[in-house]
């Protein structure tokens, strides 16, 4: 069963990159990109296919991504939460800090986004396909 992986981030370029980079790490995923964090909150209201993983932009405009996990956190009485990767571009010590500290999420990754920080997501490392077998053109 594949993985489903949503990616939040308002660069589009990005969204191709990481698309990229998921295939390239033989992981058996569907993502699913959204421009902005409101229209991945809303989906996540309406949408029995929730993600397994999220990857989150944390500047965004309209709601970056702080905000977004506010309102996320708000979602658990739901059910289940999929774990919160940041992708940010952000170095700054205290974004960091504030994503440790946060509930949501799993993990801080640097833009780009690079195989090995991929594969060592905790969740998406168990659905990396044993053999990887993809082809250049995707």
């Known amino acids: 069963m594949s993985a489903k992986i949503w990616l939040i981030d308002d660069d589009p370029i990005n969204h191709l990159i ?5 295939s390239k790490a033989g992981l ?7 421009d ?3 229209e991945a909150l809303a989906c996540l209201q309406q949408s029995d296919n929730q993600p397994d ?14 905000e977004f996990l506010t309102h996320y956190q708000r979602l658990k009485i739901q059910g289940r939460l999929a774990p919160v990767t940041i992708l940010s571009s952000s ?4 974004d960091i800090e504030r994503a440790r500290q946060h509930p949501a999420v799993n993990s801080y990754l640097v833009k780009p986004l690079q195989i090995e920080a991929l594969k060592a997501l905790p969740y998406l490392n168990s659905q990396v396909k044993s053999e990887i077998n993809y082809s250049c053109a995707a």
Do not use: R, T
């Not at 058996?28 to 959204?34: G, P, Q, R």
């Not at 993983?53 to 991504?65: W, Y």
């Not at 170095?91 to 205290?94: G, H, Q, T, W």
């Open 36 to 38: 902005s964090a409101i």
């Open 53 to 66: 993983q999220i990857l989150l932009d944390l500047n965004m405009p309209g709601m970056d991504g702080w």
């Open 18 to 22: 990481c698309s990229s980079m998921i």
């Open 28 to 34: 058996d995923a569907e993502v699913k990109s959204f």
């Open 91 to 94: 170095i700054n010590p205290e």
